[in-house]
């Protein structure tokens, strides 16, 4: 079965800096996605980047990159210049290549504090 | 981008009572829907799978008598908590797949339940 580790519980980061946030998975499987999703004290799950597994390009949004080393099974988000408003909890998840009820899987979370 | 509306936001039900929780697809249609648990300070717990005209699949361990799921449209799921108890009380979000391939999940804004 398919896990997804995250070791950080908190991060904490200061305004304008890079953060990178750490997320390990494992999984048999050859074609997959790799998700970061960001929850606010809002509760709101909003979808921050994906990254295809057949992709060697890494993922790219705006402030927010990933670092994808499929070999090592290795998904880290970098925020670069922080903003207070990416203070929030965030999740890396997986999900099976194809298959319409393919499930997300969810770690347990890194909860980043931006301070001013 | 797709967006997908849960209500009510909040409920307060009294223990022995059920309360339905209605997930819906606004712009896009969703064959499958999921549905979540969240614990406070805790990852996302998936409950169940959503399969418009079909029976649910449940996940390991959830009650289907209590947890009702129906998905009679494409655009409708809802989740039915029948005879809550207070320790049912807890955070509860849907989520619904975009397009064909599955690779893009979207979370509606979520439902608090107290049963008091």
């Known amino acids: 079965a398919q896990t997804v580790t995250q070791s950080q519980p908190e991060m904490s980061v200061q305004e304008a800096e890079t953060v990178t946030l750490s997320c390990t998975y494992d999984?048999?499987?050859?074609?997959?996605?790799l998700f970061w999703y960001k929850q606010p004290p809002s509760r709101q799950m909003i979808l921050v980047i994906r990254?295809?597994?057949?992709?060697?390009q890494n993922a790219t949004e705006n402030r927010f990159s990933v670092n994808f080393q499929k070999a090592a099974k290795s998904f880290s988000l970098k925020i670069s210049d922080s903003q207070l408003g990416d203070a929030a909890m965030y999740f890396c998840?997986?999900?099976?290549?194809?298959?319409?009820?393919?499930?997300?899987?969810f770690g347990t979370g890194t909860l980043l504090a931006v301070q001013p | 981008g797709a967006v997908v509306s849960q209500h009510p936001s909040w409920v307060i039900c009294k223990s022995g009572t059920s309360v339905k929780i209605e997930c819906r697809s606004l712009?896009?249609?969703?064959?499958?829907m999921f549905w979540y648990r969240q614990f406070p300070k805790q990852s996302l717990m998936l409950m169940a799978t959503?399969?418009?005209?079909?029976?649910?699949?449940?996940e390991q361990g959830v009650e289907k008598d209590k947890f009702l799921i129906n998905h009679a449209s494409l655009t409708l799921s809802t989740l039915t908590v029948t005879s809550a108890h207070p320790e049912d009380s807890s955070f509860y979000i849907c989520s619904a797949r975009v397009g064909d391939s599955g690779n893009t999940i979207y979370f509606g804004e979520g439902s608090w339940l107290t049963v008091v």
């Open positions: 998840a997986y999900k099976n290549y194809g298959g319409a009820t393919n499930k997300l899987i």
């Open positions: 712009d896009f249609q969703a064959t499958t």
């Open positions: 999984t048999s499987e050859s074609d997959y996605y």
């Open positions: 990254q295809e597994a057949y992709k060697q």
């Open positions: 959503s399969n418009e005209g079909s029976k649910a699949t449940y």
